[in-house]
Nanobody
Framework: QVQLVETGGGLVQAGGSLTLSCVAS????????VVWFRQAPGKEREFVAA????????HYHDSAKGRFIISRENDKATAYLQMNSLKPEDTAVYYC???????????????WGQGTQVTVST
């Protein structure tokens, strides 16, 4: 089992960029896919992006394609979500999570981080 801690959130103007980090502790980080979800106020948690265990396969929600990049460094037990061309509608709490395989289904998540707030101003 791993534990996850997200950092890198904050306030940014529309059009700007942020990179979120997800640092894992515990064992077997490289045995899990990493998934980013987000939850805006009053909305359900939604899938953003996922990366396979080896980092060679990535998946994105349509809203993230072309703007966000998910990656991981297994030697550092860290995953990243680089977010570019941010929009006010990207404002949400962003959660890092692990799952056996890349998935957009939150029911398949095995571990959640505590979340980090991203706020995009106009």
């Amino acid at each position: 089992q791993v534990q996850l801690v997200e950092t890198g959130g904050g306030l940014v103007q529309a059009g700007g960029s942020l990179t979120l980090s997800c640092v894992a502790s515990g064992r077997h980080f490289r045995a899990y896919a990493v998934v980013w979800f987000r939850q805006a106020p009053g909305k359900e948690r939604e899938f953003v992006a996922a990366v396979s265990r080896g980092g060679d396969s990535t998946h994105y929600h349509d809203s993230a394609k072309g703007r966000f990049i998910i990656s991981r460094e297994n030697d550092k037990a860290t995953a990243y979500l680089q977010m570019n061309s941010l929009k006010p509608e990207d404002t949400a709490v962003y959660y890092c999570a692990t799952s056996p395989v890349p998935t957009s289904d939150s029911r398949r998540i095995t571990t959640w981080g505590q979340g980090t707030q991203v706020t995009v101003s106009t």
